[in-house]
């Protein structure tokens, strides 16, 4: 049973920084890629980023790339989300995902099955 668990949610002032960790067990497979996913207020769900376990490659949605930073330890099957220099639009339920992926990770929903519970962030002042 593939079970994620997220932490690090909470309130941050606008350019300031928050650190996301997504605790991964329960894949067979030793690859896997992790998709981090936000839902603002009133919003539909964005992917914003993703991260592949086997080498480390990472795609970034342009709104946050050069703001927000992925990484894996593979020795602790965990991501890690830096986010930094954060705006009240990055306000939202951040929520990590998870799926043995052919080829680059990609940052589209319903290609993961395995979702984490979500934390909430939120940049206010």
């Given amino acids: ?7 690090g949610g909470g309130l941050a002032q606008p350019g300031g920084s928050l650190r996301l960790s997504c605790a991964v067990s329960g894949f067979t497979e030793d690859w896997y890629a992790v998709g981090w996913f936000r839902q603002a207020p009133g919003k539909a769900r964005e992917g914003i980023l993703c991260i592949d376990s086997r080498d480390g490659g990472t795609n970034y949605e342009a ?3 050069g703001r927000f930073t992925v990484s894996i330890d593979n020795a602790k099957n965990t991501v890690y989300l ?5 705006r009240p639009e990055d306000t939202g339920i951040y929520y990590c995902a998870a799926e043995v992926m052919m080829g680059p990770c ?4 319903w290609r993961y099955d ?9 940049v206010s002042s």
């Avoid at 049973?1 to 932490?7: F, P």
């Avoid at 395995?114 to 939120?122: A, C, N, P, R, S």
């Fill in 63 to 65: 709104s946050v790339n």
């Fill in 114 to 122: 395995y979702w984490g519970q979500g934390t909430q962030v939120t």
């Fill in 106 to 109: 990609v940052m589209t929903d």
């Fill in 1 to 7: 049973q593939v079970h994620l668990v997220e932490s």
């Fill in 82 to 86: 830096q986010m930094n220099s954060l």
